[in-house]
């Protein structure tokens, strides 16, 4: 059943608050705005508070979300968000302070950034952070004009190229391309490392890098990574880490004793901020000490002052920095959440976490060996990827209908047709916050999906069949998306 819109609830008259009298005179609206700015028919909605409340309370349980339902999107970590972050963000000396402030009336502030800037140093091994980037995507931009600015400070100018193995994120190539260089893609070997023959006759003078996932987008820890390392310093050039799956190796792997030259962490995948449905990110980028000359301006940074008093303060004078690359000083409130989780967890809760995720995406890879093909089969991190070129081959059901099923069953479906090197990939992101009884059940859904691929295949590639709106053209709601209500 299609329920009314909220335009069509309105009724003349009807408002959803009462406003109270002004302490100032009221201008007619003619004074005020140019008269061709004035629409006198706007159609505005007038219904109660009520119908509001109901209106967007209906709409918020359309969203699948976390709170609601597993959510296996591989490479996005949608794990738990505890609600003690939420409480800290809104705390109002974090939610109510002002940009524009004076650095001594928000020291607190300036202290829980400078520590985060320490912890995640501490985590991934690293020298020095900057929290600014407001997504893992800008992260990347702002590693890699770290890398440029590195390379042409040394007048190391003719570097042009940067290796990035064929199963990396699709931001990874695109920032390296913004940024000026060659992308030149390197195969996996049949265990799904990357591949060293491939990488060492791709190796020249002219490599400024490598953009290395790890662990990588098959959810494996490359077997060679120090080798990988290696091979790219001994031609001069960075080694770059994405780090935005990282959960999986949380206190028990460290990029910087991995040898990466510079990273990104994604806030709102490893360190919990709620995260899928638009809501601001955050992508902090930790170097090692040759590169930390070029981080962008602002550095929150500390000093004793002359009364032995502790001083936070924003540092500007760095003569080699990249620039500013975000207004103001990035999204603060993603930082008080993952301030928060770091120390409520602590470091041994931290170490839990990579035990937990590697454990829950090996127990459901065990659980879905047979019915599947694996990409790779050996011990996987955070996820693992599946291949449906079997039900495909034998009865014509693609990865996208056993997507499509997995709605009938309650869940959310897991990331399709990436990485995109996998024939017809599924690849699933249990996390570490999720138990062995929803484990279960959504392994059980499976199974039930290859059982019903062989035995009624009809079913599967018409499902859904219990949502309101069975298949949707993907390609027209991206291409001609109809977002706005009109009357009839
Ligand atoms: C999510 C992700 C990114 C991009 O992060 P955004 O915050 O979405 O820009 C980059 N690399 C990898 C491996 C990712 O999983």
């Given amino acids: 059943m299609t329920e009314p819109l909220i335009f069509e609830r309105s009724a003349p008259g009807r408002v959803a608050a009462s406003l109270p009298a002004p302490e100032v005179p009221?201008?007619?609206?003619?004074?005020?705005?140019?008269?061709?700015?004035?629409?006198?028919?706007?159609?505005?909605?007038?219904?109660?508070?009520?119908e509001v409340i109901r209106h967007f309370t209906r709409l918020s349980q359309k969203n699948v979300c976390i709170d609601t339902t597993f959510y296996p999107l591989g490479s996005c970590t949608m794990k738990y968000n505890p609600k003690v972050n939420e409480d800290a963000?809104?705390?109002p000396g974090f939610a109510q302070i002002h940009p524009y402030q004076p650095e001594s009336t928000v020291q607190g502030a300036l202290k829980l950034m400078y520590e985060l800037q320490e912890y995640l140093a501490e985590?991934?091994?690293?020298?020095?952070?900057?929290?600014?980037?407001?997504?893992?995507?800008?992260?990347?931009l702002t590693g890699m004009l770290m890398v440029r600015a590195y390379h042409d400070e040394r007048g190391d100018a003719e570097r042009k190229r940067v290796l990035i193995p064929d199963s990396a994120h699709g931001t990874n190539p695109a920032t390296a391309t913004m940024v000026g260089y060659r992308v030149q893609s390197i195969p996996a070997d049949e265990r799904g490392n990357l591949d060293l023959s491939?990488?060492?006759?791709?190796l020249g003078p002219d490599v400024a890098a490598l953009m290395i996932t790890i662990p990588s987008t098959f959810g494996l820890f490359d077997e060679h990574i120090l080798d990988v390392v290696g091979a790219i310093h001994e031609v001069g050039g960075l080694v770059y880490g994405d780090g935005a799956n990282m959960n999986a190796i949380l206190g028990?792997?460290?990029?910087?004793?991995?040898?990466?030259?510079?990273?990104?962490?994604?806030?709102?995948?490893?360190?919990t901020t709620p995260h899928g449905g638009g809501g601001p990110p955050a992508g902090p980028v930790a170097v090692k000490s040759h590169l930390a000359p070029y981080l962008p301006v602002p550095v929150v940074a500390h000093r004793k002052r002359s009364d032995g008093a502790d001083e936070y303060y924003l540092d500007v004078d760095r003569p080699l920095s990249i620039g500013k690359i975000k207004a103001f000083y990035g999204n603060f409130g993603m930082m008080v959440r993952a301030y928060t989780y770091i120390r409520s967890i602590g470091a041994e809760g931290l170490q839990q976490v990579g035990e937990n995720a590697v454990l829950n995406a090996n127990y459901l890879m065990a659980r879905l060996r047979g019915a599947y093909d694996l990409y790779?089969?050996?011990r996987c991190k955070h996820e693992f990827v599946l291949s449906g070129r079997r039900q495909r081959r034998a009865n014509g059901v693609r990865t996208l209908d056993i997507a499509k099923r997995l709605i009938d069953y309650g869940f959310h479906p897991p990331t399709?047709?990436?990485?995109?090197?996998?024939?017809?990939?599924?690849?699933?992101?249990?996390t570490e916050t999720e138990s062995v009884e929803t484990l279960d059940q959504f392994a059980d859904a499976m199974l039930a999906i290859a059982r019903e691929a062989e035995e009624n295949p009809e079913l599967v590639k018409h499902a859904p069949h219990t949502t309101e709106i069975g298949r949707l053209d993907e390609v027209a709601a991206v291409r001609r998306p109809n977002l706005r209500w009109k009357p009839a």
């Fill in 89 to 91: 963000s809104r705390l």
């Fill in 416 to 430: 399709i047709y990436f990485p995109i090197v996998v024939e017809e990939a599924i690849m699933i992101e249990p």
């Fill in 123 to 140: 985590i991934a091994g690293m020298d020095a952070v900057t929290l600014q980037p407001a997504a893992g995507a800008h992260g990347e």
């Fill in 376 to 378: 790779a089969d050996r």
């Fill in 198 to 202: 491939a990488l060492r006759a791709a």
């Fill in 26 to 50: 009221i201008r007619p609206i003619e004074q005020l705005v140019p008269s061709k700015y004035i629409r006198r028919d706007l159609p505005l909605p007038e219904v109660s508070e009520l």
């Fill in 252 to 271: 028990q792997a460290r990029f910087g004793d991995l040898g990466v030259d510079v990273m990104h962490f994604n806030l709102h995948k490893t360190f």
